[in-house]
C-alpha cells in the first residue's frame, strides 16, 4: 500500500556534518593536486620524447582515471 512505502529521509545534524564536509573537502583539494602534479608529469615526460607521434598523454590519463577509478572500488569492496 503507498501509505507503507513512506520514509523519511534523515540528515546529520549541523555539528556532525561540518567535521565530514570538511574532511571530504580537503580530500577534493588533495586529490586535484594530486592529479595536477600526475598530469604535469606526464605532459613533461611526453614533451621531452619526441618520437612519439601518438597523443600518448591522453592514453595515459585515460588510464590513469581507470586505476583510480579501480583502486577506489576495490577499497569501497574492503570496507563494506
Request: no cysteine; net charge positive; glycine share 2%.
Amino acid at each position: 500500500t503507498p501509505a507503507s512505502l513512506k520514509y523519511k529521509i534523515s540528515h546529520f545534524a549541523l555539528a556532525d556534518k561540518l567535521p565530514k564536509l570538511f574532511r571530504e573537502a580537503n580530500i577534493l583539494y588533495w586529490a586535484k593536486a594530486l592529479l595536477g602534479l600526475v598530469y604535469n608529469f606526464i605532459d613533461h615526460a611526453v614533451a621531452s620524447a619526441s618520437e612519439f607521434i601518438f597523443p600518448v598523454s591522453t592514453l595515459l590519463k585515460l588510464v590513469w582515471h581507470y586505476l583510480t577509478i579501480k583502486i577506489v572500488a576495490s577499497l569501497h569492496q574492503r570496507l563494506h
